[in-house]
């Protein structure tokens, strides 16, 4: 595995190359003043965008999970289908200490509380240092699993899409402690799987975005049809090769949307990077 580089604030950069709660990340950063994005609901779409899916959890099963979270959209949609078989005992999710900031994503943590607090979960916060290792990153991860464990819980949730080697790396982590993962959104097709996504009412910010793959105006911006009609050919709609990164602010699961406003978009450690700014 490469080593994890946690997300530094705006102003001074980072990337990591994994962390148990994503997949692939880049980092970024942002500059654009927009009104407060507030959302706006619907709940539609059926389960035909996902046909061929992983089947990955037993409806009779009646131990809750956990569910590692980015704040993004792929852990978003995980975490809205396992909701359909299984209670879920809370959101885990790695924040850079030094910064205050969702690692990799760099998303502001009250932001992450916000969302946390309208999607009705218990937010567990593992803490890690600016430029930490793998071995203490796992060292942290391993702790907050062996926790949950602890309690019962024994079966993780993951947003991963198509990339063996992260589930492979997950899979080894949790298989020392005598747990294991659930990819309830693995193997599907990614075109369907955000048009599902947009279908359903969710609504996600693009907060990062690699420069190798896109410009900057892919940053600092909702994630729609336009967005999607504008990508390049060969990039992933869903980002799952490390195109873009989200954070998704209202949805079907959502008590209320988490508003906010676009801050500054700069360039760092050879990303770009949009802040997103609470609302007061």
């Known amino acids: 595995m490469h080593t994890n580089r946690n997300m530094a604030p705006l102003g001074g950069a980072t990337r990591y190359k994994v962390n148990s709660c994503d997949r692939v990340?880049?980092?970024?950063?942002?500059?654009?003043?927009?009104?407060?994005?507030?959302?706006?609901?619907h709940k539609a779409g059926h389960d035909e965008y996902f046909m061929g899916a992983e089947v990955t959890s037993d409806l009779t099963n009646p131990q809750p999970v956990l569910s590692c979270w980015s704040g993004g959209k792929d852990s978003c949609l995980a975490l809205y289908e396992i909701q359909k078989e299984r209670a879920v005992a809370g959101l885990l999710t790695t924040v850079t200490r030094d910064f205050d900031r969702i690692s990799m994503h760099g998303v502001r943590r009250l932001l992450l509380q916000r969302q946390a607090e309208s999607l009705g979960l218990?937010?567990?916060?593992?803490?890690?240092?600016?430029?930490?290792?793998?071995?203490?990153?796992?060292?942290?991860?391993?702790k907050a699993f062996e926790s949950f464990r602890q309690q019962g819980v024994s079966e993780i949730v993951f947003g991963d899409l198509f990339l063996e080697d992260i589930r492979a790396y997950r899979d080894r982590l949790l298989a020392r402690l005598q747990m294991r993962g659930l990819y309830p959104v693995w193997d599907r097709n990614t075109a369907r799987t955000i048009r599902k996504f947009l279908d359903l009412g969710f609504k996600t910010a693009v907060v990062c975005v690699d420069p190798k793959k896109l410009d900057r105006s892919f940053v600092g911006r909702v994630l729609d049809d336009q967005f999607l009609s504008q990508l390049p050919a060969g990039i992933d709609p869903c980002g799952?090769?490390?195109?873009?990164?989200?954070?998704?602010?209202?949805?079907?699961?959502?008590?209320?949307?988490?508003?906010?406003?676009?801050?500054?978009i700069v360039e760092r450690d050879s990303f770009w990077?949009?802040?997103l700014v609470p609302a007061t």
């Open 25 to 41: 990340v880049a980092r970024q950063s942002a500059h654009l003043r927009e009104p407060v994005f507030m959302g706006g609901r």
């Open 122 to 142: 218990p937010l567990h916060e593992v803490f890690i240092a600016k430029g930490a290792s793998n071995d203490e990153y796992e060292a942290a991860m391993g």
């Open 240 to 264: 799952e090769n490390g195109e873009f990164h989200t954070f998704v602010f209202d949805g079907p699961i959502f008590r209320r949307p988490v508003a906010f406003t676009f801050g500054e």
């Open 273 to 275: 990077f949009a802040d």
